[in-house]
Nanobody, 118 residues
Framework: EVQLQASGGGLVQAGGSLRLSCVASGFTFDGYAIAWFRQAPGKEREGVSC????????YYAHSVKGRFTISSDNAKNTVYLQMNSLKLEDTAVYYCYRPATSSTGAYWGQGTQVTVSS
């Protein structure tokens, strides 16, 4: 069974940092892209960052570029999202996500709450 377990959220002051982790199980990690999405109250879910576990290529939303860093540890089947210089508008539930492929469906993790206070 494919599972994505997100953790690391919490309450942090503006300007602070958090590191989110997404532990994947039930599939061979290498060769898949893993993404982070977030959803703030009353807003649509939006993509934050994505990484290819095969070559480490990373992509970022404009709103987080330069502040967030995505990385992967294939040996641990884990993707990290290091979030620095957090802003109030980063407050959201963060989800990790494995996109669908030609032979498999897409999978979502359960989400972890990030709250940035002033």
């Amino acid at each position: 069974e494919v599972q994505l377990q997100a953790s690391g959220g919490g309450l942090v002051q503006a300007g602070g940092s958090l590191r989110l982790s997404c532990v994947a199980s039930g599939f061979t990690f290498d060769g898949y892209a893993i993404a982070w999405f977030r959803q703030a109250p009353g807003k649509e879910r939006e993509g934050v960052s994505c990484i290819s576990s095969s070559d480490g290529s990373a992509y970022y939303a404009h709103s987080v570029k330069g502040r967030f860093t995505i990385s992967s540890d294939n040996a641990k089947n884990t993707v990290y999202l290091q979030m620095n210089s957090l802003k109030l508008e980063d407050t959201a539930v963060y989800y990790c996500y494995r996109p669908a492929t030609s032979s498999t469906g897409a999978y979502w993790g359960q989400g972890t709450q990030v709250t940035v206070s002033s």
